[in-house]
């Protein structure tokens, strides 16, 4: 007995000696920490004559549904929402012409360029996917093909999607709007990478002065940098 309890103080005592160091050691406390969160990467954007255009694409389908809810989540009917945001330094206001907003798509056959859709129509296609043009270049309101009448599904879901539209072109003085624009890819959100948001009407008030035509490309921005 005699001989194990110098034995047990000398471990107590090196046991000690560790505690002490590994509390006031920052590197040790910090290996066993949750590394931090990586910070978002910034929005892809084009900047001139004191207008800035910034763009964010939702092609993850459940990003999408945390935004938009699961029965209005516009992604999983093959449709890209892009949130558009405006942000005006000029001590006046501006006017963006959205019947000419496009978003110009690179694909292997050549170039494509598609119309933003109207939210009933994003609606429409998310609960009637099936019965709606294939086509992803037809225009906002197609000869021949008459936009639905009553449907309270469709209703209910142009609601849900109708406070996220981007639904005026007019930027206040020194001001800023934001908000989405819907394209209907057909699924390929692959091509979204490729794709690049084309704003070419833009005038000042009141002399309406036209501004030279913006391009935004498009970018996973809400992806978390390596």
């Known amino acids: 007995m005699t001989r194990i309890l110098p ?30 969160a990586h910070p978002l990467a910034p929005l892809s954007k084009d900047h001139h004559d004191g207008l800035t255009i910034s763009v964010d694409p939702y092609t993850d389908a459940q990003r ?47 170039k494509q360029d598609l119309d933003w859709l109207p939210v009933r129509q994003v609606a429409t296609l998310i609960i009637h996917p099936g019965g709606n043009p294939s086509s992803p270049s037809a225009r906002r309101f197609p000869i021949g093909i008459p936009l639905p009448g009553k449907d309270k599904k469709v209703d209910s879901v142009a609601a849900d999607l109708g406070p996220f539209a981007l639904d005026s072109g007019l ?14 890819m057909n699924r390929n959100f692959e091509a979204a990478s490729e794709s690049s948001l084309y704003v ?19 970018t996973t921005a809400a992806s978390p940098q390596p």
């Open 171 to 184: 930027v206040p003085p020194l001001g800023k709007i934001h908000g989405f624009l819907f394209f209907n």
């Open 7 to 36: 034995l047990s103080a000398a471990l107590l005592f090196a046991c000690a000696i560790t505690f002490a160091q590994s509390s006031t050691n920052p590197a040790a406390a910090s290996s066993s920490a949750p590394a931090a």
């Open 200 to 218: 070419p009407d833009i005038v000042i008030l009141p002399d309406k002065t036209p501004l030279m035509f913006f391009e935004v490309p498009l």
């Open 64 to 110: 999408a549904k945390d935004k938009f809810g699961k029965s209005a989540n516009p992604v999983t009917a093959g449709i890209l929402p892009v949130e558009v945001f405006l942000t005006n330094e000029l001590p006046h206001p501006l006017r963006i012409n959205m019947e000419t907003v496009e978003l110009e798509v690179q694909l292997e056959s050549g």
